[in-house]
């Protein structure tokens, strides 16, 4: 079996905050918006209906682990969850916590604007913390 490969255009937007059994648990590197992405670690892997049983639920379970964690650590008044992959068809599931009043609100980010990357400081510190949060530790 080839090692897991991720994406250069996901590789080159986010980092990675932890892995975690089925997924990769990566942060968009845009402080706009609390913005993390779980991708299966599964290669040629495009759809979710693609993945085995087993990896549905863990997909499932993985991304409402984030996703409630994300809201907590957030304060957000609603986490926006998708799966689009029409840019990066490598199978990838958007959890973003929205304000009312943060930048596009009521719209969606994608597409908005430019990405305002973190500043190396804030983006370690960032990690680490959504890395306990997620994880409950």
């Not at 080839?2 to 937007?13: S, V």
């Not at 089925?22 to 942060?27: G, P, T």
């Amino acid at each position: 079996m080839r090692q897991f490969e991720l994406d250069p255009r996901l590789a080159a937007d986010t980092v990675l905050v932890k892995d975690l059994g089925l997924c990769a648990l990566l942060l968009m590197n845009d402080r706009r918006w609390p913005w993390l992405i779980l991708v299966p670690k599964r290669n040629d892997i495009t759809e979710m209906h693609e993945l085995t049983p087993l990896d549905q639920t863990l997909l499932t379970f993985e991304t409402c682990l984030t996703a409630k964690a994300l809201k907590t650590f957030s304060g957000a008044e609603k986490i926006n969850v998708g799966a689009l992959g029409n840019m990066v068809p490598m199978l990838h599931v958007h959890v973003i916590a929205r304000h009312s009043g943060d930048t596009n609100w009521p719209g969606p980010v994608w597409g908005h604007g430019r990405a305002e990357p973190y500043e190396d400081d804030a983006l370690e510190d960032l990690r680490g913390a959504l890395a306990r949060a997620v994880l409950n530790e």
